[in-house]
């Protein structure tokens, strides 16, 4: 019997071996890593959620450093945790030591993104494609061009989904809007597109537009990441609840424009100029005060019918329900400017009716 060569041996089984782990790395990059699941160990040998998740968002927001892209932490549920009172809840409960805030147990986190402070750059969302994320970017028309009839029509980027391991990084755009807020489009699929590609109904936002105060940020971090967030979390919170945007109806405004034309005299646009300051004036007097309020009347008119100020109503309208009212609303318009000038009917005599007849006049500017 011939004698085996020890050395060949060895040879074939290195080589063996060297196959097998190339065919391995090969399956799982081509098959595994595309699936939802868990592919990364914790120190305690487990796989958890929050250990793929805090990874994914490390890379992603590594890229986005690297790109500079302004981007702030804009998720509901995590800003919840961050803030003061849930925080001190959820210090009394057991969690992932890595990842606390970030990993909220959704398979979706909200990042939005200064769109004005960022030149849509392809070669970021290029690189996060070649990083493994899938990439979904929506658009839709420019309403800061929609009273424009030669200039409407035009689309810009409203919303990024990048998705990976199973998990959605959802980025919004919000864009300055003349009246110094931030305005968001809503999500609008278009038929071509994967109606599959996230949970687009468990996304904070999207659902419809939506408009914020302009916000302070500050860096921090955040379960060991970078990240920025709106300096009063609550404001922010609070903002949300109530953001839903109705754009105005420009081409209804069009055609009402061209059968009445609007008043374009000095005094006429004297009058709109500080009818939208004295709306201001309320609507940041009534936020300090918690106190939600609308448009009505000739005010809610001039907006609906002809976007814009009627310029011989000589007044502004707001409403409040009778449940906000409270006695410190007059001391606090007076405060910033506005002496009440009437008071018109009174609260129920009926004991704990709660209810109110009636209006209140302010004057002002």
Request: glycine share 6%.
């Amino acid at each position: 019997m011939p004698r085996v060569n020890r050395n060949f041996v060895l040879l074939l089984l290195l080589v063996g071996s060297c196959a097998f782990l190339l065919f391995q790395l090969h399956y799982y990059r081509k098959y595994v890593s595309k699936q939802t699941g868990f592919h990364i160990l914790n120190p305690a040998g487990h796989v958890t959620s929050s250990d793929v998740q805090w990874q994914l968002l490390k890379k992603f927001l590594s890229l986005a450093q690297h790109f500079r892209l302004p981007l702030f932490l804009a998720d509901i549920r995590a800003l919840t945790l961050l803030s003061q009172d849930a925080l001190q809840q959820h210090n009394q409960m057991p969690h992932d030591p890595q990842c606390i805030f970030l990993c909220t147990g959704q398979p979706v986190t909200s990042f939005a993104l200064y769109a004005n402070l960022w030149k849509y750059d392809p070669g970021f969302l290029l690189a996060a494609q070649q990083r493994g994320f899938e990439l979904l970017e929506l658009q839709g028309e420019d309403p800061r061009l929609a009273s424009l009839d030669t200039l409407s029509g035009r689309e810009i980027p409203l919303h990024f989904l990048f998705r990976l391991h199973g998990y959605t990084i959802h980025v919004v755009l919000l864009y300055e809007r003349s009246g110094n807020y931030l305005w968001h489009g809503a999500v609008r699929l278009k038929a071509n597109m994967d109606q599959k590609f996230a949970p687009f109904q468990l996304l904070d936002y999207g659902q419809h537009a939506g408009a914020y105060d302009r916000l302070e940020l500050i860096l921090t971090v955040v379960d060991g990441l970078d990240v920025q967030l709106p300096q009063n979390i609550s404001n922010f919170l609070m903002q949300h609840q109530h953001a839903r945007f109705l754009e105005c109806r420009h081409q209804d405004a069009r055609r009402f424009l061209q059968l009445y034309p609007d008043d374009s005299s000095a005094a006429a646009h004297d009058f709109r100029r500080k009818a939208k300051l004295l709306l201001s004036v309320a609507a940041q007097t009534l936020a300090v005060l918690h106190v939600p309020f609308w448009i009505s009347s000739g005010t809610c008119l001039g907006w609906f019918r002809q976007c814009n100020i009627i310029s011989y109503s000589q007044d502004v309208d707001i409403g409040i329900f009778i449940s906000d009212f409270r006695p410190d609303i007059v001391a606090a318009f007076r405060d910033a400017g506005l002496s009440l000038k009437h008071k018109f009917g009174k609260v129920s005599s009926v004991p704990h009716s709660g209810s109110f007849s009636g209006d209140v006049l302010f004057k002002g500017l």
